[in-house]
């Protein structure tokens, strides 16, 4: 199978990505990916096998709980490998927000009044609430807009605000709103510069590029599984030293060396843990099906799955965003054109002197399946001044939509929408 020369995948290799998800048998077209992926049915098996199988307590001696912590072990090493991270430098918790939430109560004790943390206006609230709170302790929180003219972060805004005094920088690796992806590895390497770390939400981008920690250099860096096709988990990524640094959140008796369970107070559901590696395994089955797949190491091979997924799905973009543009009264934010190297395919957009939620809900008697709203970065929908009109139109791709669910989608809109 390959892709062809418009980007899309193969019929063949569609129908494989689609036979993989068993809720995209129902006659909804899914355009609320954002929001979260359908699960693989290699999770779903795993979820079962688990709690069938031998759902007892790990840790101890006894054949059944060997088995059960080897299996939530081998869900901790594929989250390793999803992210490119070492050994026990991922976390897992039951979502991003209660992941950034322990984390900036571990990262707390080591920030002093005058210290100074930048978090942004578009990101979602879970990476902003939690640091805003540290201003209770004295620290000062600045605020790195976002640009009016593109919905995006412009890095040379926060060259205004960094300073001797930062200690940390929370931005967003990709908008969940506008789907902006923003260049990470060089916003990172000048928070760097100034000597102070980085925690990236990647929440958005990790359904659509292969996450690469180690190449951002990122310090800590969060992602939600429900996204990436996988069960109601949150990865979070600490590089080690900064790992060891932080403050364990668990019981007194573990060490601050015990990594990553320092941060993962109560442990993650253990079922849930265990169906992990049902997702790169998926994705290097796709792998497989590319011409010259099935060679290299599996970091080598999920970038060519990832590959595969952002040209189909910027060939799946491209026409809606061709006539989103060709229609009067309607604003796309954010980046106008598919182009992968600029956006995900998570489109925002408003209708003149139409509430945003009006829109979403014409389209629900043709079973297409989109979202209005503030998608929790309220503060970015609030600078928009469009918070009473129920925010933007949201539609969200994930590789597993089709050409012909698109038509469909556009098809919608345009009875929606009227003359
Ligand atoms: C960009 C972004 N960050 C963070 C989150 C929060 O993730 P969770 O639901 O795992 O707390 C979301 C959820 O929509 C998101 O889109």
Redesign the pocket.
């Known amino acids: 199978m390959s892709e062809t020369r418009h980007g899309h995948f193969e019929a063949a290799l569609l129908d494989h990505a689609r036979a993989a998800f068993p809720a995209l048998a129902s006659p909804w077209a899914l355009f609320d990916n954002?929001?979260g992926s359908v699960p693989l049915a290699g999770v779903i098996e795993r979820v079962r096998h688990y709690m069938s199988a031998h759902a007892v307590q790990l840790g101890a001696g006894y054949e059944l709980s060997v088995r059960a912590t080897s299996e939530v072990a081998a869900g901790h090493r594929a989250a390793e490998l999803l992210l490119g991270a070492e050994p026990g430098e991922v976390a897992l918790g039951s979502?991003?927000?209660?992941n950034l939430k322990t984390l900036a109560r571990a990262l707390r004790p080591l920030f002093g009044p005058g210290d100074e943390v930048i978090i942004t206006d578009l990101?979602?609230e879970?990476?902003i609430g939690p640091w805003r709170e540290l201003a209770a302790d004295g620290v000062r929180v600045l605020e790195w807009g976002y640009s009016a003219a593109t919905g995006a972060l412009d890095a040379s805004d926060l060259d205004a605000l960094l300073s001797s005094r930062t200690r940390l920088v929370c931005f967003?690796h990709?908008?969940?709103v506008v789907g902006s992806i923003h260049d990470t590895a060089a916003i990172i390497r000048r928070v760097h510069e100034a000597g102070a770390l980085a925690c990236v939400?990647g929440?958005?981008v990790a359904p659509h590029r292969l996450v690469d920690v180690k190449a951002l250099d990122a310090d800590f860096y969060?992602v939600?599984l429900?996204?990436v096709y996988g069960p109601?988990l949150?990865m979070l990524y600490g590089r080690r030293d900064c790992l060891l640094r932080a403050k364990s959140q668990n019981h007194f008796f573990f060490g601050e060396d015990e990594l990553p369970c320092k941060l993962e107070p109560g442990g993650p559901a253990h079922e849930l843990a265990a169906s992990l590696p049902a997702i790169p395994e998926y994705l290097l089955g796709l792998e497989s099906r590319l011409p010259g797949g099935g060679n290299g190491t599996d970091r080598e091979r999920l970038a060519r799955a990832f590959g595969a997924i952002a040209a189909h799905e910027e060939a799946l973009a491209a026409p809606l965003l061709e006539w989103l543009g060709s229609r009067a009264g309607v604003r796309v934010i954010g980046e106008p054109g598919a182009d992968r190297a600029g956006r995900v395919p998570t489109i925002a957009f408003t209708v003149d002197g139409r509430d945003s939620a009006a829109i979403p809900a014409a389209l629900d008697s043709g079973k297409v399946a989109i979202r209005f709203g503030h998608?929790?970065?309220r503060r970015a929908i609030e600078r928009m001044g469009l918070l009473e009109r129920n925010g933007i139109v949201r539609v969200s791709m994930a590789h597993y939509n089709t050409p012909a669910e698109v038509d469909r989608l556009i098809a919608a809109l345009d009875l929606a929408l009227g003359r």
């Open positions: 954002a929001g979502s991003t927000t209660i990101d979602h879970s990476n967003t990709c908008s969940n939400d929440v958005a969060a939600s429900y996204k109601h949150g998608f929790y970065a």
